[in-house]
């Protein structure tokens, strides 16, 4: 919709002095609005974004959050649905953070172009589809595709904003004292707001080594990088063993890139349960991951975009990209945390207690920021329940996620899916009561397909106690990715083997072999 002739399809229904009913399509059907913001939503149908707001609009507010990601949105929006009056501060000119500016949601993307990638391998060899000429990815132009959907999210999370009366700031915030923050605005202005209750909500960023530890590292790029690269590289070098390094490996080396992963040990996943480590590790070098085990990088030269030579205490490796990818860091460079007393620990990464309170009082702490379970969901729940238990009603007085049994995905090539205890976890805790359940299977899917294509599935049950209670699920095979959110419910319910056992199998999936072990 653009253009002012559109205005006409917005209907005004007044009904108090103070609020009206607006119908609009971008504003997603009927919602209630406060006068000021009407003006705002009759611009956004005109121009299809919505503009931060660039000053405080009152004394004090309820509730700020700072940072604009999965943590800081949904907890402002949950915040505002119980009628409070809440700022939300953004630095950048985009809602939604990692998520889905530079993580899951542009990731997912090129893992389903990668798994495209290797279907229609399947369709031609196992499956006999004619496929000539070759299919081939063109990934510069599917790059400014994919950015374009991320561009709608940006709006349709702006329009959220606005629609459920969530102030919009954008800026850097720095906390001046326990209930002010800063805002310095992109034009370098800068204005104070002042609220009863903040919530740090800031993410990470990726780590790169400094050029004192490794010369030329910053030649290299990191994940945020990788999603701008126009081109695909045609040969490619990955540091890192942890989810960003191998789900990267996987979705270039299935689109055809040259890929180098370089590992400090000899597996990769190496927090995950063993068995998956073991599948996986073997099966990305028999897809052509070459990794280089036991391996450190000690220098980089060359130049950036250009051919690239890295040097590891194993010898040397020619590329076109560098991607490092070994781990995170909080973003609190700048927040001003020192000054106002909020501590963080050795890592860098806030101190919260269960409830998400930093030490100082009616200061939190969210997501990526406080360092436990970097994972979207896990910021958006805890988000969520703070809000609910500050401006909630009674029953949700002592809200609070647990960090316990979070089911968690990587997206590999099989996908990983996992929740619960790892078999090292669960016999530190348990010792001999700890029984295992295995299952190592080819999905039917791959019985077309020849023996050098057919991708491993192993699903491991890890059970306590004489009544088997199941502490941890570990799925590695095509579909776990998805199968594992029904499994996880089950866990968290404290589910015994035998309430597997007794469920009748869906046939034929993957899937039924979780309730048939033996
Ligand atoms: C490559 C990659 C893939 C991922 N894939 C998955 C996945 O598949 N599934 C999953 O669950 N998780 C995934 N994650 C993790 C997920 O993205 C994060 O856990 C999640 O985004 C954390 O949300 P957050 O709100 O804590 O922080 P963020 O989403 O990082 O948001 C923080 C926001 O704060 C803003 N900010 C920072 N400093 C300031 C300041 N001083 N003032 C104002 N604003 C500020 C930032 O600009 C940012 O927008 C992935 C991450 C990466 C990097
Ligand atoms: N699918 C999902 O849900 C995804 C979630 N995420 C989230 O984002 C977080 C960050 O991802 P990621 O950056 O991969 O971090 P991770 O913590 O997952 O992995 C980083 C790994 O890199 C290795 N490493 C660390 N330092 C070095 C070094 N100096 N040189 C070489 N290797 C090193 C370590 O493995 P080792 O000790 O074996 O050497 C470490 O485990 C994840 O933990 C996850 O929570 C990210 C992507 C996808
Ligand atoms: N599960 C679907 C994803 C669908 C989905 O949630 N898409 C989002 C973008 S994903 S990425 C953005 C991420 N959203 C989610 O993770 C969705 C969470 C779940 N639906 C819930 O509400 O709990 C997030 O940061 N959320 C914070 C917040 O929204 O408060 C979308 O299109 N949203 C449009 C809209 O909301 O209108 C899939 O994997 O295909």
């Not at 609020?19 to 009759?42: D, E, N, W, Y």
């Not at 800081?72 to 009056?85: I, L, N, P």
């Not at 690239?308 to 700048?334: M, Q």
Request: proline letters at 4%; a neutral charge.
């Amino acid at each position: 919709m653009s253009g002012p002739t559109s205005l006409y399809k917005i209907a005004l229904r007044f009904s108090s002095s103070s609020t009206a009913k607006v119908i609009s399509p971008l504003c997603s059907g009927r919602v209630s609005f406060r006068l000021h913001q009407i003006s705002r939503c009759l611009i956004s149908t005109t121009t299809s974004n919505m503009a931060p707001i660039n000053g405080p609009t009152a004394d004090r507010y309820d509730y700020i959050c700072i940072g604009g990601g999965s943590g800081g949105v949904a907890s402002s929006r949950r915040a505002a649905s119980y009628g409070k009056r809440v700022a939300l501060i953004e630095a950048t000119p985009r809602l939604g953070g990692t998520c889905v500016n530079v993580g899951c949601v542009p990731k997912k993307i090129m893992w389903h172009a990668a798994d495209l990638a290797d279907r229609l391998r399947h369709a031609s060899d196992g499956y006999h589809f004619v496929t000539t000429p070759d299919p081939k990815f063109v990934w510069a132009t599917f790059k400014p595709q994919r950015d374009a959907y991320i561009r709608k999210l940006n709006q349709i999370y702006d329009n959220n904003l606005d629609r459920e009366h969530v102030e919009h700031h954008q800026g850097s915030a720095r906390l001046i004292s326990a209930d002010s923050v800063e805002v310095t605005r992109p034009d370098g202005q800068k204005y104070s707001l002042h609220a009863d209750h903040i919530t740090i909500a800031v993410g990470g960023r990726p780590t790169i080594p400094s050029e004192e530890k490794i010369p030329g590292a910053s030649l290299g790029i990191d994940s945020d990088g990788f999603f701008a690269l126009e081109d695909q590289p045609r040969r490619v070098a990955i540091v890192g063993a942890g989810y960003i390094a191998v789900e990267l490996a996987g979705v270039l080396n299935s689109l055809g890139s040259e890929t180098h992963l370089i590992i400090r040990h000899d597996k990769v996943l190496r927090s995950f349960d063993n068995t998956m480590q073991d599948t996986l590790t073997p099966w990305m070098e028999h897809t052509g991951i070459k990794i280089h085990k036991h391996s450190n990088v000690v220098r980089v030269e060359g130049e950036k975009g250009k051919t690239l030579t890295v040097s590891t205490d194993k010898g040397v490796i020619e590329v076109d990209c560098l991607i490092w990818a070994i781990g995170r860091h909080a973003n609190t460079d700048g927040l001003g945390l020192e000054d106002v007393g909020v501590k963080v620990d050795k890592k860098g990464d806030v101190i919260v207690d269960e409830y998400q309170n930093s030490v100082v009082k009616n200061i939190y702490a969210i997501g990526d920021v406080q360092g436990k379970a970097l994972l979207t969901p896990v910021a958006i729940a805890a988000g969520r329940r703070l809000s609910n238990r500050l401006f909630g009603p009674e029953k949700f007085k002592h809200d609070k996620i647990s960090y316990e049994n979070i089911p968690t995905v990587v997206f590999s090539h099989p996908p990983i899916g996992t929740v619960g205890l790892t078999e090292a976890e669960a016999v530190r805790l348990y010792g001999k009561d700890v029984k295992i359940y295995k299952s190592a299977f080819r999905s039917l899917y791959f019985s077309q397909i020849d023996e050098a294509h057919k991708e491993p599935t192993v699903y491991k049950l890890i059970v306590v106690g004489e009544e088997e209670r199941i502490v941890g699920v570990h799925m590695i095979g095509q579909g776990s990715d998805e199968a594992l959110q029904g499994f996880a419910v089950a866990v968290k319910m404290g589910a015994r083997k035998q309430d597997l056992d007794d469920t009748i199998a869906i046939h034929p999936t993957s899937a039924e072999e979780l309730v048939t072990m033996r």
